[in-house]
């Protein structure tokens, strides 16, 4: 989380010179995202007048996004906000390119919505998201691009063969254990056949603006991806659904997220009977990114890295919890 | 340069309620400050009407900082925004308090003020500047509180001895030779009789914002002390009238700097004769500093560390241009 590349004001401003928002009057680098650096820009506005203090996102893509992709996710933004979804739209430079490049790195100009990131979320909250989430999938019904979600299953035992047993072992033995367990029957008996549109896969709390009970924007789109709707229910259930560390699941969370989403997009049979696997899944998933990052994070990088087992936490919850955890479906 | 601390929007919320500035719409964790983490926050305004969009920025004091002298550096941003000076003022909770405790560490909210730091200054920036340095002497003059400076002669005598003679060669064997050179001198002859007066002892470009050629604030003022006004003047020409990296020397900014700032703060004889020691002493403290954080910084740290050669560069054209780096006043 923090900014890696320095931007002069001059480069900043000779950048902005390339939109129609006014000129540069506040960059702050901000301390979001792990694989881009991020600006908040305030500018004078469109023509200099009227609309002072405009304020915009500047993301600069460092690592780890394919840029060939970069159209995919800022489309779906455009796509999304031009259906009225709570997602910030994308800013066309003078000639209509919704990126550019700055130093061999491609930069993306998004529009800056309010909001707060919560930590400890409320029922309602919970139930706001549910509604958003499900608000993206149906605007994103006819989005016309499509991106293969690159953390599937076999994705995710890629991830694990390259960290080697020893090495995750080393980190925590339930961590081996629960890996070696799971991952057989998520590769055996992961869904092939479920609805699949475009999902956003990584709705954390992090990801998600809200003022008071409101969810005033969803961010961060760049594992946005097409695959099962439900897997992305499944995924948002196991990033709010439980106490960070992954002890304690919360059950009128739960509930209030479940019912706002389906209370919008109504889940099919084989949708429900799927949601215990694919919510192992999404705490696998997690599990494998974290132990990859943990084992290949250099000791100096600027990111902070995350405890992998409080994913592991949440598997075993969805292990003994079954269907139960989304009862109003069961 | 990062965000030491993570503060959920809920202490966020709760800390903001304690001051009469409305409610938070949004906070940004902002990559500045190198012992302080800082948060560019957005209110509803008092009573959440009319002023929306109001800013602020949220420093929690991590390092370095005696929270004893907190008060000094708050009271003499009020004193200066005050009267008139581009420096924001700090905002006071409903009790008054100009700072308040918040998980066992120091908190102030101060005025955002809108502007950028550039890179290059032009000799009108450059120019600008010197008035506002003249100005916050001239607004300080009256300002009761005093603050010994930390970082005099001996004090860089003290940081060269905690690194050892055998570390510095290490860094570069150029930095050795030139503390060698040239510590002796300036504890020996460094002044003790011009005039005094609250200082700034930090004016980076970084620590400017301008719009175009104005200056929109003076910010971070945690150096701040009660040392040689023409000290100050020294070490904001070491700052801003040489290329990051020392090498060369911009005659055009230095005459902006020096006619701007004496146009308003005439300097006496003995202050101009003693500019050339006091430009070779600012060189010289941000060498010790620099030299003790590279040697002391782990590997691991957030925060980039500098290289002290910068200034032994800065150094070396002191020892050679003697008066006529200042030659408006020579």
């Keep these: 989380m923090a900014v890696y590349t320095h931007l002069s004001a001059e480069t900043l401003g ?8 006014g000129e540069v009057i506040s960059a702050k680098g901000i301390a979001e995202g792990i694989s881009n650096s991020n600006w908040l820009i305030e500018t004078t506005g469109k023509n200099g007048a009227g609309d002072a203090g405009a304020r915009f996102i500047l ?3 460092e690592y780890r996004i394919n840029v060939q ?4 996710f800022l489309n779906l933004l455009d796509h999304l906000a031009a259906k009225g979804c709570p997602v910030p739209a994308t800013i066309h430079d003078r000639e209509g ?17 309010p909001g707060v990131s919560v930590d400890r979320p409320t029922p309602q909250q919970a139930r706001a998201v549910g509604e958003a989430l499900a608000q993206i999938h149906v605007a994103s019904a006819d989005f016309p691009m499509q991106r293969k979600n690159d953390l599937r299953p076999a994705d995710w035992r890629k991830l694990f063969d390259q960290c080697g047993d020893g090495a995750i072992a080393a980190i925590n033995s339930d961590l081996a254990q629960s890996v070696s367990k799971h991952m057989p029957q998520l590769l055996l008996e992961w869904p092939t056949d479920l609805p699949v549109g475009t999902i956003h896969a990584d709705l954390f709390p992090d990801n998600v603006l809200v003022l008071g009970d409101q ?10 991806c097409t695959d099962f709707v439900a897997y992305d229910l499944a995924v948002t259930h196991a990033a709010w659904c439980f106490t960070p560390d992954g002890r304690e699941f919360n059950r009128d969370i739960s509930n209030a997220l ?21 919510a192992k899944g999404a705490a696998m998933r997690f599990i494998a990114t974290r132990t990859y990052d943990w084992i290949n994070t250099p000791a100096d990088a600027l990111v ?8 592991v936490r949440r598997l075993h919850h969805y292990d003994a919890l079954g269907g139960s955890a989304f009862s109003p479906l069961a």
Excluded: H, W
Aim: hydrophobic share 50%; glycine share 2%; charged share 25%.
């Design 69 to 72: 992709q970069l159209p995919f």
């Design 215 to 224: 969810v005033s924007a969803l961010i961060d789109f760049y594992f946005a």
């Design 258 to 278: 479940i019912e706002a989403y389906s209370s919008i997009c109504a889940l099919s049979e084989p949708e429900i009977a799927a949601l215990p696997i694919l």
């Design 97 to 113: 390119n919704a990126y550019r490049e700055l130093d061999g790195k491609c930069i993306a100009l998004i529009e800056f919505l």
């Design 304 to 311: 902070m890295r995350k405890d992998p087992m409080d994913y």
């Design 59 to 61: 993301t600069m893509y």
């Design 14 to 21: 000779d950048l902005i010179a390339e939109y129609d928002v």
